[in-house]
């Protein structure tokens, strides 16, 4: 079950980067979910562990709580999806779905530049987010 300070957290995330987007904690990332074949679907993986998922059609992001269990590696995460969320606000989620699946058949999901993109404004706001947890 998520926390109460990462739930506040996400909460100020989505209001600070003024997005309706849901955050939905799973205790997993379902093998349901993993195995659905659509192509409305980013994922943030490591190996075989989905930490989050961001869904174009719907506006969500799913968290796996089993994954993240780290501060960092939950802010992280938070950050990459939310940058795929403003992504989608910014364009439009049909726009920004078509690019993304574009740039992921010709480069591969790990040289997307839209994941490399999410990566790096992780890494930029991750000291702002961490201080604002500690607060909370």
């Known amino acids: 079950m998520a926390n109460q300070q990462r739930t506040r957290l ?3 995330m989505l209001d600070y980067y003024d997005l309706d987007t849901e955050v939905i904690f799973l205790p997993s990332i379902p ?3 993993n195995n659905i074949n659509r192509s409305k679907r980013i994922r ?3 190996g075989s562990i989905t ?3 961001y869904l ?3 506006d969500v992001i ?3 709580e089993s994954a993240v269990n780290s501060n960092r590696q939950f802010i992280l995460t938070v950050l990459h999806e939310i940058d795929h969320a403003i992504e989608a606000d910014e364009r439009s989620a049909e726009q920004f779905e078509q690019e993304y699946f574009n740039e992921t058949a010709t480069t591969g999901y ?3 530049i839209y994941e490399i993109q999410a990566e790096r404004f992780a890494e930029q706001n991750y000291n702002f987010w961490s201080e604002k947890l500690k607060r909370l």
Do not use: H, M
């Open 44 to 46: 943030n993986t490591e």
């Open 56 to 58: 174009f059609d719907n």
């Open 51 to 53: 930490y989050a998922e």
């Open 62 to 64: 799913y968290l796996n």
């Open 10 to 12: 996400i909460e100020q």
């Open 31 to 33: 093998r349901l979910l």
């Open 110 to 112: 790990y040289n997307n």
